[in-house]
């Protein structure tokens, strides 16, 4: 048990780190680096899970000073821990260490025997806090899904290191940073990500808001969340307006518009200027990004990019005549962040100079497009319709669509675009079914009801091929959260009923993950995937997977070449 004595005459605490174990290393902040390597493991081999266990400890180390930290190894290179051998850690270092608090940025997916739960009440029972990782996932994870650990979550809109926000009613307690940390490893600067390295950065809140006082509390979690509720990073204050009543002005050719800022959507545009409808006059990035004085055709990753450099926001004359419009890209996050309501503030001075505006975050699908037919009818189609697709997102579907598109359109086709990107006007799609960011949100038939209408609108121009794409996942990567069950995607393909596939992968996905996508997409739509294409630079995958060629995207005349000898 712990004496007043050890809060009063010993300043600083004592903080277990249940890991790989770490390389040794000199503190900077003045705190005593204990390591300690289980029985299982020879103390001298220095293995991988160190660099995962050394990051954790030096993030601790960063951010207290004048304690003891102790990085004790209880899993090796397979980074894998049975729930007895946690518990037993747990409370070995409990008893050896006598620690303040236990950091574990680790768990497993069950405690069938309830061996982690008993080490829990013994944690409790020796006012020890145990500040657990929750699974990157989202699946349930253990010690962390139990009520008396403090469980730590990092969450996109954390975007600020020591920013988190408390959650009450739910087994996640801290929503943390979600960015990347670098650590120096072995005299090496590693980027690391994830659950397990804020989980370190709430340890040290912790660690630098105990007290006495805290500590002589019955229920220490229940606690600290008080208090760290009134330090908490919040929104709280300030509120985004909602613009329901604001449309998107129609821009055409004659235009000349500023884009910005340079985020994923907007640089998709740059990356396929032919297609975009206005002219592009200027593009203009926040005054932070690093961007601001490169060309766009330095950094750009087609030969379609335009040569403008890329400006500051701040910089925007708006009484200038280059231009008379504004495409704006989604801002909704940066707002957030910066607590500006930068929607609001381009809105404004388009209205104030008589500018016209066509902004991301403002694209709403027509409410008639998801209106369900009795019966649940759905249309068929007469033209050829081919359906790109994707492992994941960020691979540059909608620039597969676009290359697809150019080159049939060389060879002297006539070629319809259904897109489900908030920009498909930008670039001359009138008819398009978007779900991506910041979307509306639509049940599974208003998806497949909404995507059906929207070709039924592309069929009836009697092109000869449509070109469907998608957003990210075709099929579930894990089971164990809600968020990656895509049903959205699914839905959509469904009212797509495309003729054949093109599907982009990952050089880092697995055979098996692409085979099963494979087999799933030929077995529930009963159509052909005609080619892999691997998102990023050459193809690792090399040759063919199950008599599918796998082409990079500098290939993508030998996928048109499979696509017309298809149909």
Known sequence: MYSEWHYLEVMHLKIVVLDGGCYSFQSQNGNKIVRYNSSSYNSKNETSSMNHGSAVTKIIDNY????????????????????????????????????????????????????????????????????????????????????????????????????????????????????????????????VIGSSFSTPVITAIINNMWSKDLVGQDNLIVEIKKEMSQMQYSNDSFHLKHHHNIVNDFLTSKDKAIFLPLNKEVFALMNNSD??????????????????????????????????????MRDINWESNDFNSVVLGHVKEISLLLKKDLLSEIIEKCNEYNKKIYALDLVQNEKKLYKERLGGSLFTFNTPIVGVIGTSSKQGKVSLQLEITR??????????????????????????????????KFS????????????????????????????????????????????????????????????????????????????????????????????????????????LPIFCLSETDKVVKRIIEFF
């Open 275 to 312: 297609f975009v409808v206005p002219h592009i006059a200027s593009i203009y990035d926040y005054h932070t990004s690093p961007k601001i004085g490169k060309s766009m055709a330095d950094i750009g990753y087609t030969s379609y990019v335009p040569n403008q450099v890329i400006g500051d």
């Open 407 to 440: 080159l049939l359109k060389k060879v002297g086709y006539d070629v319809g675009l259904m897109l489900t990107e908030p920009f498909s006007e930008i670039i001359g799609c009138k008819h398009y079914w978007h779900y991506g960011y910041n979307a509306s």
């Open 64 to 191: 207290v000073q004048e304690s003891t930290i102790i990085s004790v190894q209880v899993f090796n290179d397979n980074h894998m821990i049975r729930a007895r051998d946690l518990a037993s850690s747990i409370k070995k270092s409990i008893n050896e260490f006598h620690p303040d608090i236990i950091n574990i940025s680790m768990g497993t997916r069950s405690d069938s025997d309830g061996e982690l739960q008993q080490a829990v009440n013994y944690a409790v029972k020796k006012k020890v806090v145990l500040v657990c990782a929750a699974d990157n996932s989202g699946a349930i994870s253990y010690p962390a899904f139990y009520k008396d650990t403090l469980s730590v979550l990092c969450d996109y809109k954390i975007k600020q290191i020591k920013n988190f926000n408390v959650v009450y009613n739910n087994w996640i307690d801290i929503l943390a940073y979600s960015g990347h940390f670098s650590v120096e490893i072995k005299k090496r600067q590693e980027q």
């Open 444 to 547: 599974w038939q208003e998806h497949v009801v909404g995507s059906n209408n929207t070709m039924k609108k592309i069929d009836d121009e009697k092109h000869d091929l449509i070109i469907a794409g998608t957003q990210s996942q075709v099929m579930s990567s894990n089971m164990k959260n809600t968020g990656f069950i895509p049903v959205e995607t699914q839905s959509v393909l469904t009212g797509i009923n495309a003729d054949c596939y093109v599907l982009l992968v990952n050089k880092t996905d697995s055979t098996n993950l692409i085979t099963r996508i494979v087999k799933y997409i030929e077995s529930y739509y009963n159509r052909p995937v005609l080619a892999l294409v691997e998102s990023r630079g050459t193809s690792e995958l090399k040759g063919n997977l199950n008599d």
